[in-house]
């Protein structure tokens, strides 16, 4: 069974950053397709980047393109997300998932396995 762990700072103020960590406990998966998700407080879970690998580049929803960034450590099995410029709507649960092949997807029936998710709030 994969598993995807889930690590990093959850609490930030407009303007700064936070980074998420995604560790895959599955070394093969560093070449199947990422994504990262989340979910609002009453809201329907959306989607906020993905990768086709760990490594390569990165489609970004539109409410965080130029804001948010992802990246990889080959290495180490880990999948970050780096989120720069935080505003109060980033206030979420944030999920990283994982697909059984490369093929990128923007929607989260497409991925299998999933971290159990980090609560980032954003406040002043």
């Known amino acids: 069974q994969v598993q995807l762990v889930q690590s990093g700072e959850n609490l930030g103020q407009p303007g700064g950053s936070l980074t998420l960590s995604c560790a895959v406990s599955?070394?093969?998966?560093?070449?199947?397709?990422m994504g990262w998700f989340r979910q609002a407080p009453g809201k329907a879970q959306e989607f906020v980047a993905a990768?086709?690998?760990?490594?390569?580049?990165?489609v970004l929803a539109d409410s965080v393109k130029g804001r948010f960034t992802v990246s990889g450590d080959n290495a180490k099995n880990i999948l970050y997300l780096q989120m720069n410029n935080l505003k109060l709507e980033d206030t979420a649960v944030y999920y990283c998932?994982?697909?059984?092949?490369?093929?990128?997807?923007?929607?989260?029936?497409?991925?299998?396995?999933w971290g159990k998710g980090t609560l980032v709030t954003v406040s002043s």
């Open positions: 998932a994982a697909r059984v092949d490369k093929i990128l997807s923007l929607f989260a029936s497409d991925y299998r396995y």
């Open positions: 990768v086709s690998w760990i490594g390569s580049g990165a």
């Open positions: 599955d070394p093969t998966f560093i070449n199947k397709a």
